[in-house]
């Protein structure tokens, strides 16, 4: 099987002022990725959008919460999505000199803890990273380093690929930012969006989860993993 993983982050940066960060991805069978897309596609049109609009967490409001409720839905009744999101609880308290870190080269460890866990060795993968900032080039080629040599992947079978992609020509990316977007949210307290408190309420009920906990590893369709500074890195 080959899969396409699409990775989304939000408050990543060092100084953002925020002590949450979140990284998360969305993994899809390749052979269905078009039919994805068109699905995305055509909830858009149902609501009165257009193709080319980009859904992101930042753009949920009253106006178009029935869509985003319907992307929600849309989601959780499709069996070949799975979620996976790495939440950092307190970016803030972290002591890179301990642990002999920068916050790049953390950074790079929280997202190979991020995607190590859905990579199988009998299977190929084909990664999607959206374009954040002027360091995105840099940064996928050092993380794409970093994982063939953890699979010892060396003929570059288990990843075929890892490449920048812009969010807004991606539909599957597209619903990365929301799922992320929300898990980010909830892990930050935040409650003052009467749309986005509506799309939370959905996704824990869909999911059975509370958001702010890690699942079981084992955990398929939507995986969270809480990282704490006190604890080990990865589970």
């Known amino acids: 099987m080959i899969y396409n993983i699409y990775c989304d982050e939000s408050c990543h940066l060092p100084n953002d002022k925020f002590s949450f960060m979140s990284l998360g991805l969305i993994k899809c069978p390749l052979e269905n990725t078009k039919d994805v897309s068109l699905r995305l596609k055509e909830i858009k049109q149902k609501h009165g959008l257009s193709y080319d609009f980009e859904m992101k967490w930042n753009k949920v409001s009253i106006s178009k919460v029935n869509f985003y409720l319907d992307i929600i839905d849309y989601f959780f009744d499709d069996d070949d999505l799975q979620f996976r999101v790495l939440v950092v609880s307190n970016k803030s308290a972290i002591d890179y000199e301990k642990f002999n870190h920068t916050h790049d080269t953390f950074y790079y460890k929280m997202y190979f803890g991020m995607l190590k866990a859905i990579l199988n060795p009998e299977n190929s993968h084909h990664i999607y990273i959206d374009i954040k900032d002027t360091k995105s080039k840099e940064k996928v080629h050092k993380l794409e380093q970093v994982l063939r040599n953890d699979k010892y992947d060396y003929s570059k079978e288990i990843i075929k690929k890892v490449q920048q992609v812009r969010s807004h020509e991606v539909e599957i990316l597209q619903l990365a930012d929301l799922l992320v977007g929300a898990t980010a949210y909830v892990n930050r307290g935040l409650a ?27 955990e398929r369709k939507f995986n969270v993993f809480i990282w704490e500074p006190q604890k080990p890195y990865f589970v």
């Not at 509506?198 to 084992?218: D, V």
């Open 192 to 218: 003052n969006s009467k749309a986005k408190n509506e799309l939370i309420n959905l996704i824990k009920h869909r999911s059975k989860y509370s958001l702010t906990k890690s699942t079981l590893l084992k």
